[in-house]
């Protein structure tokens, strides 16, 4: 692991509401983000999108479980558990994901694409929806 993966890895290790200043030390100014809900433009909107985000979580973690490194792009596996009063009545939620890293010259973030199963983790602890979903996939067999 390079010393820009290994720099977002601990941050990510140690991210709180209270280190979300510190997303300028591994991010562009022009970084674009994207996961399953979101497309984000900028370090502004990043660290904003982060602000409100973690500001109704009461607890986030993420495990790098694998990285895989080739030239200015990397990948990254991981588990990110989460505690929000909302979703599944305040109990940790689990959720696996990877990913997609892409470096400047300058060795920050320029594009973050998060990918992860968007049902397991919000949809799928919510009170009704969630028993819905779950009977769903018992019927498909998942």
């Known amino acids: 692991m390079n010393a820009e993966l290994g720099n977002f890895v601990a941050l990510y290790q140690q991210l709180d509401k209270g280190q979300i200043h510190r997303l300028a030390q591994v991010y562009a100014d022009d970084v674009l983000f994207l996961d399953p809900a979101h497309?984000?433009?900028?370090?502004a909107a990043l660290e904003a999108y982060f602000t409100q985000l973690y500001a109704g979580l009461e607890s986030c973690t993420f495990e790098i479980e694998r990285s895989q490194q080739q030239g200015a792009s990397a990948w990254l596996g991981w588990t990110m558990t989460l505690r929000h009063p909302r979703l599944a009545r305040g109990a940790p939620v689990s959720v696996r994901g990877a990913t997609l890293l892409e470096f400047n010259d300058a060795g920050k973030v320029c594009l973050h694409h998060d990918y992860f199963d968007m049902g397991?983790?919000?949809?799928?602890?919510?009170?009704?929806?969630?028993?819905?979903?779950?009977?769903?996939?018992?019927?498909?067999?998942?």
């Open 120 to 142: 397991a983790m919000l949809y799928e602890q919510l009170p009704l929806i969630g028993s819905l979903i779950r009977i769903i996939k018992g019927r498909l067999g998942k």
């Open 39 to 43: 497309r984000i433009q900028g370090l």
